[in-house]
């Protein structure tokens, strides 16, 4: 380990789960990761390893199974697999995030169904917010369920599902207009529906199908779908937490800790680009020296490294934040959003000390190039995180009279 991207103040048990993890990595996902990245391979025995090392249960009670760790433990256990293989670290928070969510916002008899499966990676989790035509506008989805005596029938189309295939648990924010009067907030007239289904694509079960993988530029191996749901029925007891209408919050809240995790993998990733680019630099020579030694790639390394401090500690503080009960909406705003963009810099700049090299498929630094650019828009894009942190601060620093 060398020295940037330390986290001061961990417990003995937080620094053996991250030396175990950090093993894992290095033996079992940056051998394989790349060779697998180009065939668009889900990573299944990466997987395995990961349920035998406790990761799916991570932050589930202990009560349920779980390890009962804090939200600091997970980000720093994603900025160690993001640093190996961005798209395994999707697979895992996905399933965190519903998990989270059970947890918060479950009934006790969807706790008690879920999440000690969960803890086990037995049943896996996605989350879907998003649609074709909508973007960032959550309030603007149109998806809808409407009662039918026990049962929920649901209708619409959603979009960028991570793990929409392998999953065996959705939670799918719809509209639903019972008990709401006309002319209520939008956000205020939405749930979110727990759906069991099988893994695999086509019609997974009655009235719901996942049509299959989307084709992508980068963070490859995990599969991205869309989900169709066409007269699907769900049992009133799978409305989480019991309740219509609170659907926005929930997943906000979800979405907030899901912050927090981009934040953490732009730190993996941007660490992984400065450890290529600074071995590289050393070894390279061109007149008559290392590269390295000349002071335009100095200047170089000397920012990336800066940059993977800085963004590591705006990640630590937005976890320990929200660890300690606190509102942390600024603070993963920011991590997420200074992250990103760091990550995507020294990403380019790694790239560029490479030379011509950084463009080939042999060379790591090419498939990094292009998983950076998907934590721009991940969780919520740069240009949300701003209007999020910049409504924040007008809160905190409204001038008085």
């Known amino acids: 380990m060398g020295r940037l991207a330390q986290t001061e103040g961990l417990t003995d048990i937080q620094r053996e789960i991250l030396a175990t993890v950090r093993e894992f990595v290095d033996k079992e996902i940056i051998p394989v990761a ?8 889900y990573p299944t025995r990466i997987v395995e390893g990961l349920k035998e090392l ?7 009670p202990e009560e349920y199974g779980g390890l009962g760790e804090s939200l600091l433990t997970y980000a720093l256990c994603v900025e160690e697999i993001a640093r190996g293989w961005m798209s395994v670290s999707g697979i895992v928070n996905t399933h965190f995030i519903v998990a989270y969510m059970l947890k918060q916002h479950g009934t006790r008899e969807q706790r008690e169904y879920f999440l000690p499966r969960m803890a086990t990676g037995e049943v896996r989790g996605a989350f879907s917010m998003s649609e074709p035509g909508l973007g960032s506008d959550v309030s603007a989805i149109t998806s809808k369920g409407v009662r039918e005596g026990d049962e ?13 295939g392998s999953s065996t648990l959705v939670a799918v924010l719809c509209r639903t207009d019972e008990g709401h009067p006309e002319g209520t907030a939008p956000h205020k007239s939405m749930t979110t529906f727990l759906i069991e289904k099988e893994p695999g ?3 997974v079960k009655p009235g719901l199908t996942i049509p299959g993988k989307i084709d992508k530029m980068g963070y490859k191996g995990v599969d991205t779908t869309e989900l169709i749901m066409d007269g699907l029925r769900v049992p009133a007891n799978r409305v989480l937490g019991g309740a219509t209408g609170r659907g926005f919050y929930q997943m906000m809240d979800g979405v907030e800790v899901g912050r927090v995790n981009v934040a953490a993998r732009g730190c993996g990733v941007a660490q992984r680009a400065f450890e290529l680019g600074v071995s590289y630099a050393q070894q390279r020579q061109t007149f008559g020296k290392p590269i390295a030694q000349h002071q335009a790639i100095q200047f170089k390394l000397a920012e990336m490294g800066t940059k993977v401090e800085a963004a590591h500690a705006m990640m630590v503080n937005a976890a ?4 300690s009960g606190q509102r942390n909406d600024l603070e993963a705003g920011m991590a997420k959003y200074l992250a990103s963009e760091y990550c995507k810099e020294v990403v380019e700049d790694a790239f560029r000390i490479h030379g011509g090299y950084g463009f080939s498929k042999e060379y790591e630094i090419e498939r990094l190039y292009r998983e950076a650019p998907m934590l721009l828009i991940g969780e919520g894009t740069a240009e949300i995180q701003k209007m999020i942190i910049g409504r924040r ?4 620093y409204r001038l008085q009279g």
Do not use: A, P, S
């Open 34 to 41: 790349t060779e697998l990245e180009h065939r668009d391979e």
């Open 54 to 60: 406790g990761l799916f249960g991570l932050m589930i």
């Open 152 to 164: 929920y029938v649901l209708n619409g189309q959603k979009m960028w599902l991570t793990n929409g």
């Open 201 to 203: 694509f086509g019609q």
């Open 320 to 323: 320990r934040k929200k660890d």
């Open 393 to 396: 601060l007008l809160e905190e």
